[in-house]
């Protein structure tokens, strides 16, 4: 019986069945002392919805609530996948799962990711399922990688990625070592739902897996295994080692120093300076205002700075949990920041570079891939075409193109490069996920290649637009917290001219095609169905307008962002940049004014 109703019977419930199952106090007290005060709709915000798969599984703020990271949640997600796995994979008691985390962690819910890998790890003991849980912080891409090296039956990540500090997730690997996607992501959910009463005591035992003979530490072996496959992307070992080139590193106050630092022994390459403020792991990222290396200039003022006094003209950063990379370069007095889309055009470029001079024959090209996500720049597609390779892209989110390379691998194809703007990259198909502890020692091999022919990486990337032509992009978002909100502004476009009817002009320019992948129409198609996956869950709608710009709007999977995408592509010879330029401003301001309409819909712009 609730000491004190909050008037709400259905929010009564949700209230006792939280208290008699969390086993946290801290969290079990803030959930009462919202009852006290009579906090209805923080309480109906928490505990009357759930946690569902969004483009890189589970992720929410840390705290007390169905619809947050906790423990009680994280067990309840465990017992979901364990019992969706045992339908499906009859193995599963030999192959066991693979068990990572990040640095992560809220004092105020005694909740970090290495507990929470801790209780994951319980859950699957408790069955006697074995299992490879980590002893130490380790980047993404290991997991998935080490779920392929160990033959695994799924894998486990406890990461929230480049998010705010407050918040944490929970990704989940396929036996493909692919993140998940549909059918699994919804029958895992509906197997959660059936499994939320916490099995036994022994799934809150955080020190079952220390105990336990079903679990093993893969660090050590995994670790040498990456580290040596991350040699084959390494093209250029001797004039590595004779390349002065200094780089900064930034880790962001994550996991990525000490493997940072290995990849680039590994290629033979000086080691890069850290910046000291950030080398260590902080859940608290004190030194930045938030953890995402893709903000740019703002986020990056320590590693810009140290790199100026340490005569350094390359920086790199890596998110929290390494798999994004940025880059900036100080190439003329002034310091640019590479876009995701730019920096993979010039990783796009290296890779085929590098692959053409140990493949001299051209029809070896019919059997090689490149793939990017449909929001990202058309360059590899535009490269794919003039040299021959194929060309693919796929919705939003890494978990796409993970399973995509594993399809064209088991088919025998090479995939050579994938990537999405917002700095996701992967060079060679080691992982199928994205890899900045790789792809930062690649650019840096890049980076004194150049150096050694007289050029930066940009310069580079002028030349690499003077062949294909410039693809100018532009990314950004405007900030909203209400779901309600979102679901409205893209209904307004989806009826901007009546019912079911586009709109038709965008800044004065005509709309040539419209795709929505959200219902699964595109007006290009003769039968008016996109061959893009449709996604019911998410919200992106693509215009084509008649002047050669593509536009997209999106809203995110991970963070409350409607996020959008704008690219001009020009053919090559058309070189007025300034006027390339201009041409797409005008469209990307359009895109937001017209059809989100921020100071009506009350969303913050982004601050740049």
């Not at 060679?428 to 890049?446: F, I, R, Y």
Request: hydrophobic share 40%; with cysteine.
């Amino acid at each position: 019986m609730l000491r004190q109703s909050t008037g709400d019977p259905r929010l009564d419930q949700a209230v006792l069945r939280w208290l008699a199952w969390d086993k946290n106090g801290r969290t079990r007290g803030q959930v009462e002392s919202l009852v006290l005060a009579g906090q209805v709709e923080q309480l109906r915000s928490r505990l009357c919805s759930r946690l569902s798969f969004g483009t890189a599984g589970l992720r929410a703020p840390m705290g007390a609530g169905f619809n947050r990271i906790n423990d009680l949640t994280v067990i309840q997600s465990t017992q979901g996948l364990y019992s969706y796995l045992q339908r499906t994979q009859p193995d599963l008691a030999s192959k066991g799962v693979v068990v990572g985390f990040d640095n992560r962690g809220q004092q105020e819910s005694d909740c970090s990711s290495r507990s929470l890998a801790a209780l994951t790890a319980a859950v699957f003991l408790s069955r006697d399922v074995p299992v490879h849980l980590f002893s130490a912080l380790v980047p993404t891409p290991y997991v998935p990688y080490a779920v392929k090296k160990l033959a695994a039956a799924a894998g486990v990540m406890v990461t929230a990625s480049h998010n705010p500090r407050e918040d944490n997730g929970y990704k989940v690997y396929w036996s493909n070592s692919a993140q998940i996607c549909s059918p699994h992501d919804g029958e895992i959910l509906r197997s959660i739902e059936d499994q939320l009463e916490p099995w036994s005591a022994a799934c809150w035992d955080q020190t079952l897996a220390e105990r336990s003979s079903l679990r093993t530490d893969p660090f050590a072996w995994i670790n040498g295994c990456y580290m040596e496959e991350v040699a084959s992307l390494c093209f250029h070992r001797a004039l590595n080692s004779r390349c002065p080139l200094r780089v900064v590193h930034s880790s962001f106050h994550g996991v990525g120093h000490v493997f940072v630092q290995q990849a680039f022994a590994v290629f033979g390459l000086l080691p890069p300076i850290p910046v000291p403020e950030q080398k260590d792991p902080d859940p608290d990222f004190s030194t930045v205002p938030c953890p995402n290396p893709e903000e740019g200039p703002s986020v990056l003022e320590l590693s810009l700075r140290l790199a100026e006094q340490q005569n350094a003209r390359v920086v790199m950063a890596t998110d929290p949990d390494a798999d994004r990379l940025a880059v900036a370069e100080n190439a003329d007095g002034s310091w640019k920041v590479f876009s995701g889309n730019e920096l993979a055009a010039l990783l796009g470029w290296w890779m085929f570079f590098n692959w053409k001079r140990s493949h001299p024959d051209p029809s070896g090209t019919q059997a090689l891939y490149m793939l990017a996500t449909t929001v990202s720049s058309k360059i590899l597609q535009t490269m794919a075409r003039v040299e021959g390779f194929h060309f693919e892209e796929t919705l939003p989110g890494f978990k796409w193109v993970g399973n995509r390379i594993h399809e064209l691998t088991h088919e025998g194809k090479t995939v050579l490069f994938a990537f999405e703007e917002s700095i996701g990259f992967l060079c060679g198909s080691l992982v199928p996920e994205k890899d900045g502890v790789s792809a930062a020692a690649v650019v840096a091999e890049m980076s004194c290649y150049l150096q050694n022919q007289g050029l930066t990486l940009t310069q580079q990337l002028l030349n690499i637009y003077q062949i294909y032509g410039f693809h100018i992009a532009h990314t950004s978002y405007v900030t909203c917290a209400d779901p309600h909100t979102i679901r409205t502004i893209f209904a307004r476009i989806r009826n901007f001219g009546g019912e079911g009817s586009y709109p038709t002009v965008c800044g004065g320019v005509r709309i040539a095609q419209v795709r929505d992948v959200t219902t699964g129409y595109d007006s290009s198609r003769p039968d008016l169905r996109s061959v893009l996956p449709v996604t019911r869950s998410s919200q992106m709608i693509t215009f084509t307008l008649q002047n050669g710009v593509t536009a997209t709007l999106r809203a995110s999977g991970t963070e409350p962002k409607i996020k959008f995408y704008t690219e001009l592509c020009a053919p090559p010879g058309q070189s007025d940049v300034v006027v390339l330029e201009e041409e797409l401003r005008r469209a990307s301001a359009a895109l937001v004014d017209d059809f989100l309409e921020p100071e009506r819909n009350h969303l913050t712009r982004r601050q740049v």
